[in-house]
């Protein structure tokens, strides 16, 4: 449940929010931030160990080099802070899941692209173990830790996973681009 809406302002990208939520899960209040798009694909963007749900916007080379390919695709960009914790709690994968049901109510999102790095990358991996049916495409960048191996050798096994990495988000934008919709 959205509890707070604020428009958020340079130096993010116009439109842009930060929503405070509540947790279905324990009432735990958290954020995230939300770039609308002019489709109904969306990019997951989960941050990595030590980071917050602002790291797509203010890490200098981040935001230099992946945001503007994202911007530029069309899709919406939904980027959690998940409990200021990039490790994927079971309490943060409940919590996605039902920020994943919220933009899909406030926005008619259909897709979702998961594009994270490092600990966010191994937080993409579990997360698409969990709720296959949440991701249509997934990249993680260097995913880190022993739940990256796991997830992985798991993932090959459900053939989720192994098909997923390496799937660049530009090959889903010429895919859809054939019109705004999908």
Known sequence: RIMVREDLGEPFPPGTLRWTCESAFDG???RTIVVPGVRTDWIVAVHGHGSHDDQLFTRADIRRYR??????????ILSPNL???????PAAVRDLHGLL??????FGARRFFFF???????????????????????VA???AGLWATVVILTGYQLGLVAGAIGILIGLAVRKGSGGTGG
Do not use: C, F, I, T
């Not at 409990?83 to 709690?89: G, L, P, Q």
């Not at 994270?116 to 997934?138: E, I, K």
């Open 101 to 106: 049901g919220l933009m899909r109510a406030e």
């Open 141 to 143: 960048l260097g995913a």
């Open 28 to 30: 735990l209040r958290d």
């Open 116 to 138: 994270s790095g490092s600990m966010g990358g191994a937080s993409n991996l579990y997360y698409a173990l969990q709720h296959p049916d949440d991701v249509a495409a997934l």
């Open 83 to 89: 409990r200021d914790n990039a490790w994927m709690s």
């Open 67 to 76: 945001l503007p390919r994202m911007l530029k695709s069309g899709m919406g």
